[in-house]
């Protein structure tokens, strides 16, 4: 039974979600004696006002919209996967390896080599909990949780002890070669008599983000494979009686998750900072938690969510430059919306749900 | 190693073991009833926030430690609501949960103080550490009295209260009528329902209790462990007390040993950094992933199976 139109459940339970999130938002501002009003007014001053502050959003929707299809694709397959922020530093290590170790010719076939390498690395660390969760049945919440923890581990000491160059005091690859870097939208879309984008980190990896969403639409939503992932989401017994391998859609979306949390290491590693560093995720891998939730796990809905982080990240940022608001509001409003959109989702349908199945009753009486 | 480096190894073991082990508590008794709790580190971040600056601004410790159990309990409510009354995700709660802490502490830290996101030095205002009677009077008797004056005696009231708490932990759930009630409700709550008993009351008693415990495991860190706090100074300590239940299998007296265990290797990596034995170098950051690889081990089945109470998880939603 229908108990809401398609159109509220997609459109207007997120958005009142926000609203409420961007209210508690504000009354933040408020308790710390800021105006919520010119707040927000320098943050979209900031982010989107000028193309420098569009190059920056675009970039953090980049990362977010990688690691929102992860944390989607995995939803659909009913698969709660927490460890975007590992996958996407094993991802990153991936593009440096890549980037460091091969002379590539030009950007083009390094892109291409890098973005295999982030993949292949997101995978393999998706892949052992996937592996226990297919075939031990250790949950896979907890065990992506501790391999975030031992992916940044790991990372420390890959970049204390091996890729750190000799005589170096941070811990931080070497530089990659310069045919290796991509080309930014400074450089694509600047013309001889005006400069777009300066100085801003958004590049080509962009357009691989869009093309990831469209590739993930025809996967879930085209594809006999995605046919299986949403079946196993919708319902385990009825996928297993249907003749689906519950293991193998575990692994499958797993890996597919992992890959995408990776590729985001191909716009921050090799896009933006040319260089592995420590924590090179910066937390995006958790955003796309946020992004996945608020997006509803479609890819459309996912973009629209990556572009709104992207504007608060770098409206967050102008905020901490302009004004005494820390960059942490953006986890609060994070928080915020993740708990409205996840967690008390039912706080927002229920009452909905009644006020429909009210105007339907008096419609038809 | 001499008896002395032994002994100052074991008793920081102990410092480092008792927000674990009381973010562990917190989890068991939240998981028995069938909440699982990932929001630990951020509640016991709230608490460690609250407690420090409370404590800053009156000046008196115990004040303090009742605004970290009363911040830690508004995360706990805020979960009720969220995986009970609303019969939401209790994972994304949980996660919600700790990005909120992270978040809120540091802005209102920032709005306070204005020292960057801390609270300022508290020093003298914080819990002492106890001497326990006659740790003077038989320091001077041989390897007996070390042990007793160095690493039992000499920790503040916190510790010995979190380890009080495990006797009491194992009293309440396996003799008392309460707990069996608890553990019931974590496996089959639709039996507890139709004993006539409110699933709803037990599950939101056990998830106070998970409060309070995490609030004490707070205000540890802020007012005894730490003169203070700074950003973030839970440092993902809630995760390893997730990790150590697992390891415990939801037991009290495991979670013990299983959290002195833990702390033991974070006391080891901070005292040696990288430990040579016998040239093969272990790196200070194997031994900070070791509670992790460990608990994927134990997760993997390899060391017996760890089972979570079954209805850990579910909302339960009351025939209709």
């Given at each position: 039974m229908d108990r809401m139109p398609a159109w509220a459940d997609v459109v207007l339970i997120p958005l009142i979600s926000l609203v409420l999130a961007a209210i508690l938002s504000a009354l933040a501002i408020l308790a710390i004696g800021e105006s919520p009003a010119e707040a927000f007014y320098l943050m979209v001053d900031g982010a989107l006002m000028r193309s420098s502050g569009w190059g920056y959003t675009l970039y953090y929707a980049t990362n977010f919209i990688f690691t929102g299809l992860a944390v989607s694709v995995a939803f659909h397959a009913k698969l709660f996967n927490i460890g975007g922020e590992g996958q996407a530093a094993l991802g990153s290590l991936g593009v440096a390896l890549v980037c460091l170790y091969i002379p590539w010719p030009h950007w083009s076939l390094a892109l291409l080599g890098s973005a295999v390498g982030a993949a292949a690395f997101g995978a393999l660390w998706a892949l052992i909990p996937a592996y226990l969760q297919a075939?031990?049945?250790?949950?896979i919440v907890i065990t992506t949780i501790m391999f975030n923890f031992i992916a940044a581990a790991l990372l420390n000491y890959l970049l204390v002890?091996?890729?750190?160059?000799?005589?170096?005091?941070?811990p931080a690859s070497a530089s990659f070669a310069a045919a290796t870097h991509l080309p930014t939208f400074q450089s694509m879309f600047s013309s001889e008599g005006s400069t777009l984008?300066?100085?801003?980190?958004?590049?080509?990896s962009f357009f691989i983000a869009l093309i990831a969403c469209v590739f993930v639409w025809l996967l879930i939503w085209r594809s006999k494979l995605g046919y299986e992932i949403r079946s196993q989401g919708f319902s385990e017994s009825g996928a297993k009686y249907a003749g689906i391998s519950p293991s193998r859609i575990i692994i499958i979306a797993m890996l597919i998750s992992g890959a995408l949390s990776g590729m985001m290491g191909v716009n921050a590693?090799?896009?933006?900072?040319e260089r592995l560093i420590l924590n090179s995720a910066e937390g995006a891998g958790f955003i796309g938690i946020a992004v996945a939730l608020m997006g509803r796990n479609h890819p459309f809905g996912v973009l629209l969510a990556s572009l709104l982080f992207g504007f608060l990240y770098q409206g967050g940022a102008e905020l901490a430059m302009w004004t005494s608001?820390?960059?942490e509001l953006i986890i609060v409003i994070q928080a915020l919306v993740i708990l409205f959109t996840?967690?008390?989702?039912n706080m927002v349908r229920w009452p909905l749900e009644s006020l429909f199945a009210g105007l339907r009753r008096r419609k038809e009486g | 190693m001499d008896l002395n480096t032994l002994l100052q190894v074991l008793d920081s073991t102990v410092r480092l073991g008792t927000p674990l082990l009381l973010m562990c508590l917190a989890g068991l008794f939240s998981e028995r009833a069938g909440i699982v709790d990932i929001g630990l580190e951020g509640k016991a971040l709230v608490a460690a926030f609250f407690s420090a600056s409370i404590a800053y601004t009156t000046g008196l410790v115990w004040i303090g430690l009742l605004a970290g159990i009363a911040a830690s309990m508004v995360l706990s409510m805020i979960h009720g609501i969220a995986?009970?009354?609303?019969?939401?995700?209790q994972l994304i709660s949980g996660v919600a949960l700790n990005f909120l802490a992270s978040g809120l502490t540091v802005l209102i830290a920032q709005d306070w103080f204005g020292q960057g996101g801390r609270t300022p030095s508290l020093g003298d205002v914080r819990f002492p550490a106890l001497t326990l009677p006659f740790a003077d009077a038989l320091r001077?008797?041989?390897?007996i009295g070390p042990i007793y004056y160095d690493?039992?005696?000499?920790?503040?009231i916190l510790v010995y209260v979190a380890f009080l708490c495990v006797p009491l932990t194992w009293w309440v759930l396996y003799r008392t009528r309460f707990g069996l009630r608890l553990r019931a409700v974590g496996e089959n709550p639709a039996a507890v329902d139709t004993a006539g008993i409110s699933v709803v009351r037990l599950r939101f008693s056990a998830i106070v209790i998970a409060g309070v415990l995490c609030g004490l495991a707070g205000s540890y860190l802020a007012?005894?462990?730490?003169?203070g706090f700074v950003k973030e100074?839970?440092?993902g300590r809630g995760y390893i007390a997730l990790a150590a239940l697992i390891f415990a299998k939801w037991r009290p007296w495991y979670a013990l040993s299983a959290t002195m265990l833990f702390g033991l290797l974070q006391a080891v990596a901070l005292r040696y950094q990288n430990i040579d034995l016998g040239g093969v170098v272990i790196p200070v950051q194997f031994m900070n992933a070791l509670p992790y690889i460990l608990t994927i081990v134990i997760l993997a089945g390899f060391v017996g199976a760890a089972n979570?109470?079954?209805?850990?998880g579910d909302p339960y939603v009351k025939e209709r």
């Open positions: 075939k031990r049945g250790s949950h002890n091996v890729l750190r160059p000799v005589g170096a005091m941070e984008f300066r100085g801003s980190p958004a590049n080509i590693t090799q896009g933006a900072a608001i820390p960059r996840g967690a008390l989702d | 995986s009970i009354t609303f019969r939401g995700n001077s008797v041989p390897v690493l039992i005696s000499g920790h503040s007012t005894a462990l730490q003169a100074m839970t440092a979570p109470p079954r209805a850990g």
